[in-house]
Nanobody, 124 residues
Framework: VQLQASGGGLVQAGGSLRLDCIAS????????ISWFRQAPGKEREFVAG????????YVDDSVKGRFTISGDIAKNTLYLRMNNLKPEDTAVYFC??????????????????WGQGTQVTVSS
């Protein structure tokens, strides 16, 4: 599975962005696909994820109510709509795909494939 993330950029606080992640290759093997982010000097953290079948999703409390995750299986694309962005949302955003079930969503080792990341910068 190959993942290509795009859509990052520079935005003022309160603004919006939409990130896209296009999956290719053995996409039928994906069980879940999620967004993570990593700010400078910090560990990679989970943002939101969905099961590729669409049966369930999970959004971290830090972005709940502001970020929306969705997927289009026909287009093999994962989306992250980010509204009311804050400076603390500044990070490199990665999409990641896991092929097997395990409890929880937030551990990077649960994911087998990673995209290259897209930079989101929110100015105050």
């Amino acid at each position: 599975v190959q993942l290509q993330a795009s859509g990052g950029g520079l935005v003022q606080a309160g603004g919006s962005l939409r990130l896209d992640c296009i999956a290719s290759g053995r996409t039928f093997s994906m069980f879940r696909i999620s967004w993570f982010r990593q700010a400078p000097g910090k560990e990679r953290e989970f943002v939101a994820g969905i099961t590729w079948s669409g049966g369930s999703l999970y959004v971290d409390d830090s972005v709940k109510g502001r970020f929306t995750i969705s997927g289009d299986i026909a287009k093999n694309t994962l989306y992250l709509r980010m509204n009311n962005l804050k400076p603390e949302d500044t990070a490199v955003y990665f999409c990641a795909a896991g092929t097997t079930w395990s409890p929880g969503w937030a551990t990077p080792s649960q994911y087998d494939y990673w995209g290259q990341g897209t930079q989101v910068t929110v100015s105050s």
